[in-house]
Structure formats: structure tokens, C-alpha cells
């Protein structure tokens, strides 16, 4: 039953981009073109928010913003072609060094600022694309023919079963960090340093957000208006409610086939070219300005030999720090953030690695020492 589903979606998937091929002569280029900019001022909006979110954690060290924008792109245009946002590791990576004594842990915590941004606009959008009629129920989420999200409402007892499965993972990931639980959460709550500073999160992460957003609603008229759909305020926060629900079944590249069902739902069986059209557009956009990010930028030839060397960067600080007895490496963040210099992040990963270190030579050779 899944691969039939599975079959089926690919099937209208292909049906809908031969319909765009051979609508093609009547895509407006040239507000394909103004859309295309729009998303691309959206996303430098978006990647200069989250600059500042590390400048707020890391006040101390200096942070170049073409570095954080080519991470932010790079990641974007890679989860627009591999699913289940596999560009989230790159950009962990590619944001870590860029970010001189930085931890994964507070880097991948800033990640989360910018979702309460995004949780209070899609609160906002989901609640008038719900109220307007034409947009699916919950319920009716398994008719849609999206595989991936049919599945799940299709299977309430499967879903329950997955979300307690996650709740469990969690916990027992938490159990097996317990050893250095404190000094990760230490870590954690660095990264979320700007949220403690409710002005300043405001003016330099929420308003800046907000700025990208309206690009982004501009991106989306403009593709309204190039696939012959129509751009208007409506339509347009229709389109956002679609990309917001693609965006929490994360299982295909961009949210592909979510996106497509709920699009010709919303619009009608013409809109099929515009929802595969759209895809095509911003993830072809994206891949392109991601790769000339990571090749200008961080002088990687690939994709490919981003990931390889996030992973080998990963083996080798594991391999480096070990594993500490219980409480030493809690103990050394502790001396670490009451040595620091005023100013200074407390949180240098790097010393406080090689002071944990010093400590348990000198208390070896003590041990060796009293025998």
C-alpha cells in the first residue's frame, strides 16, 4: 500500500511537470526574474538575523557575515534537493568554522531563535488560510494524495506511535549525555544568548526577519504572477500556509509533494504547472546560489565534499576531546567561565577542552606519584 502511494505521487508529480514543460512558453520571465531576486534579498535577510544571533553569542570573536550567508544559502539550496533537511548538517558545519573557539551545541541552539519568528507568523498565516474555505481540514489531510503526510493522517495510531518513539530517543540521547549534561545545556544556552536581550533580539533578529518576510511575500506574488495564477494578498498568504505546512513533514526536498497536493487543492487542477513550476524555480535558484557560495566562499568543489569534511571535522574533535570522568569536564566550564576575562566567551571550547586535559595529567601523575 505505501509504494502504491508512493507510485501514485511520483506519477502526478511527472504528469504535473510535463504540464509545465508544455505551459512554458507561457511563463512570464520577466516576473519569474523579479520573483527570483525577491527570495534571493529574502534569504540574505534571513542569513543576516542569524548573524546577529551568533554575534550575541560570540560578542568576543570576530565573525565575517559573507561566511554566515554563504552557510545560510548553501543549507537552504541543499535541502531543496535532498530530504529530511540533510542541509541543516552542512550548515552546522559551515557556520562552526565560521565562528572562531565556537561548539556545535550553541551554534545549533541559535538555529531555534529564528523559529519563534516563524511559529508566530505561521500561527498568524495558518489561522487565515484555515478560516477561508478552500484550504484543507486536518482531517482531510489523507485524501490530498501527498504520500508523506497522507501517511501520517492516515495512520493516527503509527503517528502516535512515531511522535512517543522521538519523545523516547530523546530521552534516553539525554540519559546518555548525562556525563556532560551541564556543560552541554551550558552551551545550548549561549547560543540563545540574544533571547535574554529582548530589545536587542527585536531590533536585530525578529525586525530583520520580519524585513525578509515581506521579500518574501513579494517573491511569491511575482511567481503568482509568472505562472498566470495572480498575485494578491490572499493568494499570496494561501501560498505561505502551504509552504508552513510543508514545512513540519519534511520528508521530501522542499517539501515537494506536500506542496503540490495542497496547491492544486487550494487553486484548482491549473494550478499543477504553477505548484511544480514554483518547486523548480526556487530550488534551482537556491542549489545555484548555495553552490557558488560554498565554492567562492569556503573553496569546496561540492556538495558532496562539504558533507565529507563536516564529517571528518566531527571524528576528529570526538576523537580528540574523549570522554572525561564524571564531573571533570563540568567542573572544568565551571573554572573556565569564572577564569574568563570580562568580555571573553566563557564558553571557549577549545580551552576549556585543554584545560580539562592539564587537569587529568596532573591528577594522573599525582595518583602515580602518592604510589
Not at 554575534?55 to 554563504?70: D, K, L
Not at 518547486?279 to 558533507?307: D, H, K, P, W, Y
Amino acid at each position: 500500500m505505501p509504494i502504491a502511494s508512493i507510485s501514485e505521487d511520483v506519477s502526478k508529480f511527472v504528469d504535473a511537470v510535463e504540464e509545465f514543460v508544455g505551459n512554458l512558453a507561457d511563463v512570464q520571465f520577466q516576473w519569474l526574474a523579479f520573483g527570483l531576486a525577491a527570495f534571493g534579498i529574502y534569504l540574505s535577510f534571513r542569513a543576516r538575523a542569524f548573524f546577529h544571533v551568533l554575534r550575541a553569542a560570540y560578542p568576543a570573536e570576530r565573525i565575517e557575515f559573507r561566511r554566515i550567508w554563504g552557510a545560510y544559502v548553501a543549507a537552504y539550496g541543499f535541502n531543496n534537493v535532498v530530504p529530511a533537511r540533510g542541509g541543516d548538517v552542512m550548515k552546522l558545519f559551515l557556520t562552526k568554522t565560521s565562528v572562531p573557539r565556537s561548539s556545535y551545541p550553541a551554534v545549533g541552539a541559535a538555529f531555534f531563535v529564528e523559529g519563534v519568528f516563524d511559529l508566530t507568523m505561521g500561527i498568524f498565516i495558518l489561522t487565515f488560510a484555515f478560516s477561508q474555505g478552500v484550504f484543507p481540514k486536518p482531517p482531510d489531510f489523507a485524501a490530498l494524495g501527498a504520500f508523506d503526510l497522507s501517511f501520517f493522517a492516515s495512520h493516527p495510531r503509527f503517528t502516535l506511535f512515531f511522535l512517543t518513539a522521538l519523545g523516547v530517543l530523546s530521552l534516553v540521547l539525554f540519559a546518555v549525555l548525562s556525563r556532560r549534561v551541564q556543560a552541554f545545556w551550558a552551551r545550548v544556552q549561549q547560543g540563545l544568548t540574544i533571547l535574554y536581550d529582548r530589545p536587542r533580539y527585536l531590533r536585530e533578529v525578529f525586525a530583520f526577519q520580519f524585513y525578509g518576510w515581506c521579500f518574501r511575500f513579494t517573491a511569491f506574488w511575482c511567481l503568482l504572477e509568472a505562472f498566470n495564477i495572480g498575485g494578491s494578498v490572499k493568494n499570496v498568504l494561501l501560498v505561505l500556509g502551504v509552504n508552513a505546512v510543508a514545512a513540519i513533514v519534511p520528508f521530501t526536498p522542499g517539501g515537494a509533494g506536500v506542496q503540490q497536493a495542497f496547491l492544486v487543492k487550494v487553486f484548482g487542477a491549473g494550478a499543477a504547472a504553477y505548484s511544480v513550476g514554483q518547486q523548480i524555480a526556487i530550488a534551482a535558484f537556491s542549489i545555484g546560489l548555495g553552490f557558488l557560495a560554498i565554492v567562492t566562499i569556503f573553496r569546496f568543489r561540492s556538495f558532496r565534499e562539504v558533507i565529507d569534511a563536516g564529517k571528518a571535522a566531527r571524528a576528529r574533535e570526538d576523537a580528540e576531546v574523549g570522554f572525561a570522568p564524571e564531573g571533570e569536564t563540568v567542573a572544568a566550564t565551571a573554572r573556565a567561565r569564572a577564569a574568563a576575562p570580562p568580555g571573553e566567551s566563557w564558553l571557549d571550547e577549545e580551552a576549556a577542552t585543554a584545560r580539562d586535559r592539564a587537569e587529568r595529567r596532573a591528577r594522573r601523575a599525582s595518583r602515580r606519584a602518592k604510589r
